[in-house]
């Protein structure tokens, strides 16, 4: 098997790990027991329905089955990292209700530092409502709520989590005023970020140049650069786009073809596991907590990216985001029934 060419690390919290990928099955050797994860982010409830075909324009439909369950792209990646093993904080804004109050004692149980989440009296707790197809792909339609009150007062008001970090995770379900907040006392700290831009909202294109890595998935992508990465010389040229637009590194999450990763003018396609997928919904979190995780131990980038795969591919072989996210353990374990022979 050909050798990939490793790089003396950098403390984590100054620089991310760049290696040139070679394809290849390898596990994930971390140098860091606890990394720190601070997740900048959305709590939402995700209300989820499996329904056989998703329905027409003013169809009604009867779903299969339903389940009610916390997530929010910020919650998922977060506890995504804290089932690794990272020490994991997160800031973040529910309502004064009943999904409120069971977001945050499921972020306790799940070992997260709550510190830096605020209850809003003016609006409810965010919530999702997921659709979930024979095929299992996914609509999603998310009410902001109380995701929409955190401010850049909310983020400086908890500083250290941020620049005490190894690496910060942000994403866009919450107000763009707020990521660039803390991404400006991250940079200033010298901390890692990795910039989820889902949404891809207009204020996103701003925040690219702060991402030391970003991870959009193929429609991100596409609203970012214009390019759709249906395939790796398509994912290439976005990727490129991208690191044009600022960012120091591009991972392009591309679902059952796998990942593009592009760093220092070398990029590589890593394919994704082949698993029966059952529900897709929250996939993409658990690979950016795992990656965040992987990232901020010092594993260099495609060591990161295959261990991340390896989560979100365990991640979809069950319904629903909440309890998808795999232990450090169960990765590894996958990792090793991957390897070929």
């Known amino acids: ?17 760049p290696a040139l990928y070679v394809p290849g099955f390898f596990l994930c050797d971390t140098a860091m027991t606890h990394p720190k994860v601070t997740v900048i982010g959305s709590i939402n409830c995700d209300i989820s329905f499996t329904v056989q075909n998703f329905p027409a324009s003013n169809e009604t439909i009867l779903a299969q089955g339903s389940c009610l369950s916390m997530g929010g792209k910020g919650l998922n990646q977060a506890v995504a990292a804290a089932c690794t093993g990272a020490q994991t904080a997160m800031i973040g804004c ?27 009296f003016e609006n409810p707790t965010g919530t999702a409502g997921i ?65 989820n831009p889902a949404p891809a909202t207009p204020e996103a294109n701003a925040l690219v140049p702060y991402a030391d890595i970003i991870t959009p998935n193929e429609s991100e992508t596409q609203t970012l650069t214009g390019i759709y990465p249906k395939d790796e010389d398509s994912a290439h040229r976005a990727a490129q ?27 590589t396609l890593i394919p994704a596991f082949p698993v029966r997928a059952i529900d897709p919904t929250g996939a993409g979190d658990v690979f950016n907590g795992v ?22 591919a365990l991640s979809v072989m069950q319904a629903g985001a909440e309890g998808a996210a ?8 996958f990792l090793r029934q991957m390897k070929p022979e």
């Not at 994403?171 to 005023?177: A, I, K, L, T, Y």
């Not at 795999?326 to 374990?333: K, R, Y």
Request: charged share 15%; glycine share 8%; aromatic share 4%.
């Open 1 to 17: 098997m050909a050798s990939i060419k490793h790089f003396k690390p950098l403390p984590p919290s100054k620089s991310l790990i």
């Open 241 to 267: 786009a991208l690191c044009t637009m600022g960012a120091k590194t591009a991972l392009i999450t591309m679902g059952a073809t796998g990942c593009y990763l592009y760093t220092k003018g070398h990029g």
């Open 131 to 195: 659709l979930v197809n024979q095929s299992s792909d996914n609509m999603i339609v998310v009410a902001p709520g109380a995701n929409a009150d955190l401010t850049p007062e909310d983020i400086h008001a908890h500083k250290a989590l941020i620049t005490d970090a190894d690496i910060v995770v942000a994403q866009m379900e919450v107000p763009g005023n707020a990521v660039r907040a803390a991404f400006d006392l991250a940079r200033k700290a010298q901390v890692a970020i990795l910039f």
């Open 94 to 120: 529910v309502g004064d209700d009943t999904f409120g109050h069971k977001s945050m004692t499921y972020a306790r149980d799940n070992a997260l530092n709550t510190s830096g989440l605020k209850t809003s």
């Open 291 to 312: 990656l965040a995780r992987c990232l901020a131990s010092g594993d260099d980038l495609p060591m990161a990216a295959r261990a991340a795969s390896a989560a979100g």
């Open 326 to 333: 795999p232990t450090w353990a169960q990765i590894q374990s």
